[in-house]
């Protein structure tokens, strides 16, 4: 009778040690402040178990893991990050993971104006601390694929490309997640282009095809555009003298092509500043540059590819600060609309 008496005794014992156990682990961890956790895309549910108790929202992943199946749950864990609360009941917990109540990614936002150059967007980053310039240029001058990113592919390998992805950075206002690499940076820009050159008129393809330009010269024609108009009614009227001059086989003789090679753009070129060996230099070179000389809006890559037709062959910018242009079709008539501009400046 001893005997079964201690044999139970020792079995009561141990059964309620098991349910001690149990109880006082599954309870709820003490009150603490609000911690966000992060469920993984893809992590299962012992794995979501196991941060839960890294993170002191629980006492014991072990139990915690045999409670899920219990209960046949943890298969509708959304992925996320949750702001959970030490002290929560594990069926809170659940119906939070369950009901994917995720707070927002912490974000950076920044803006590249339209027609900055590769350079100004580094700059710009990297005054922002947003990126490292050095593994930022380094990046861009690579030669790779980008993942699925179409529009890059139509860069030439050309050794004369002052920067290989000027004019594939769109100029625009991004969101991205805080902790962004360089890498991510450049292909969201990147991918960007992607986007817009589809909401460009349907067979515009057709159209660089028939004028026999490839993406990477209409990239270029949107560059000079972009660099030098600033009234967007005079976006496709500049584009047409551009045409106009590489049909008759002028030199495009374009300010902004000069301004891309220096170090520091100046207010006023020199007759010295125009006299620089570059393939750039469309003083001296005849046809495009070897690629654009800055990161061109959709409105001027529009324009580029929809070029006005005029018999103009010149444009000067008036100085009365208007920032538009006088236009003309012959070179006499050209030196009058200086003499114009001069008489006018502020």
């Given at each position: 009778?001893?005997?079964?008496?201690?044999?139970?005794?020792?079995?009561?014992?141990?059964?309620?040690?098991v349910f001690l156990y149990?109880?006082?682990?599954?309870?709820?961890?003490?009150?603490?402040?609000?911690?966000?956790?992060?469920?993984?895309?893809?992590?299962?549910?012992?794995?979501?178990?196991?941060?839960?108790?890294?993170?002191?929202?629980?006492?014991?992943?072990?139990?915690?893991?045999?409670?899920?199946?219990?209960?046949?749950?943890?298969?509708?864990?959304?992925?996320g990050i949750y702001e959970?609360?030490?002290?929560?009941?594990?069926?809170?917990?659940?119906?939070k993971l369950n009901s994917?109540?995720?707070?927002?990614?912490?974000?950076?936002?920044?803006?590249?104006?339209?027609?900055?150059?590769?350079?100004?967007?580094?700059?710009?980053?990297?005054?922002?601390?947003?990126?490292?310039?050095?593994?930022?240029?380094?990046?861009?001058?690579?030669?790779?694929?980008?993942?699925?990113?179409?529009?890059?592919?139509?860069?030439?390998?050309?050794?004369?490309?002052?920067?290989?992805?000027?004019?594939?950075?769109?100029?625009?206002?991004?969101?991205?997640?805080?902790?962004?690499?360089?890498?991510?940076?450049?292909?969201?820009?990147?991918?960007?282009?992607?986007?817009?050159?589809?909401?460009?008129?349907?067979?515009?393809?057709?159209?660089?095809?028939?004028?026999?330009?490839?993406?990477?010269?209409?990239?270029?024609?949107?560059?000079?555009?972009?660099?030098?108009?600033?009234?967007?009614?005079?976006?496709?009227?500049?584009?047409?003298?551009?045409?106009?001059?590489?049909?008759?086989?002028?030199?495009?003789?374009?300010?902004?092509?000069?301004?891309?090679?220096?170090?520091?753009?100046?207010?006023?070129?020199?007759?010295?500043?125009?006299?620089?060996?570059?393939?750039?230099?469309?003083?001296?070179?005849?046809?495009?540059?070897?690629?654009?000389?800055?990161?061109?809006?959709?409105?001027?890559?529009?324009?580029?590819?929809?070029?006005?037709?005029?018999?103009?062959?010149?444009?000067?910018?008036?100085?009365?600060?208007?920032?538009?242009?006088?236009?003309?079709?012959?070179?006499?008539?050209?030196?009058?609309?200086?003499?114009?501009?001069?008489?006018?400046?502020?």
């Amino acid at each position: 009778m001893w005997v079964v008496i201690s044999l139970l005794s020792i079995m009561l014992i141990g059964a309620g040690s098991v349910f001690l156990y149990i109880w006082i682990g599954l309870k709820p961890t003490s009150a603490g402040e609000v911690k966000e956790i992060e469920v993984k895309k893809g992590s299962s549910a012992f794995t979501v178990a196991d941060v839960l108790e890294e993170q002191g929202i629980i006492k014991n992943s072990f139990l915690f893991k045999y409670y899920l199946k219990l209960k046949k749950e943890g298969s509708r864990f959304q992925a996320g990050i949750y702001e959970l609360k030490p002290g929560m009941k594990n069926d809170e917990i659940i119906a939070k993971l369950n009901s994917g109540e995720t707070v927002a990614e912490k974000m950076i936002k920044f803006t590249i104006p339209e027609g900055f150059t590769l350079l100004q967007i580094a700059d710009k980053l990297s005054q922002d601390k947003l990126i490292d310039k050095n593994v930022f240029m380094e990046l861009a001058e690579k030669q790779t694929t980008w993942g699925d990113a179409e529009a890059v592919r139509s860069i030439p390998e050309d050794a004369k490309l002052h920067h290989r992805l000027e004019g594939y950075l769109f100029p625009e206002t991004y969101e991205l997640k805080v902790g962004s690499t360089e890498a991510d940076i450049l292909q969201r820009m990147i991918t960007e282009l992607d986007k817009k050159l589809a909401q460009l008129p349907e067979g515009w393809e057709d159209v660089l095809a028939e004028r026999k330009l490839t993406l990477h010269q209409l990239l270029t024609i949107a560059s000079l555009v972009e660099r030098e108009v600033v009234v967007k009614e005079e976006r496709a009227v500049v584009s047409g003298i551009i045409k106009n001059r590489l049909d008759k086989g002028m030199p495009l003789q374009i300010d902004a092509t000069v301004q891309y090679l220096l170090d520091k753009p100046k207010e006023r070129l020199m007759e010295k500043d125009l006299q620089v060996e570059s393939p750039y230099n469309t003083y001296k070179v005849k046809g495009l540059p070897p690629g654009p000389i800055a990161n061109p809006s959709l409105a001027s890559i529009q324009a580029a590819l929809y070029p006005e037709k005029t018999d103009y062959y010149y444009y000067v910018t008036k100085k009365d600060g208007s920032q538009t242009h006088l236009f003309a079709v012959t070179y006499k008539e050209h030196l009058r609309n200086i003499e114009k501009s001069n008489k006018t400046a502020k």
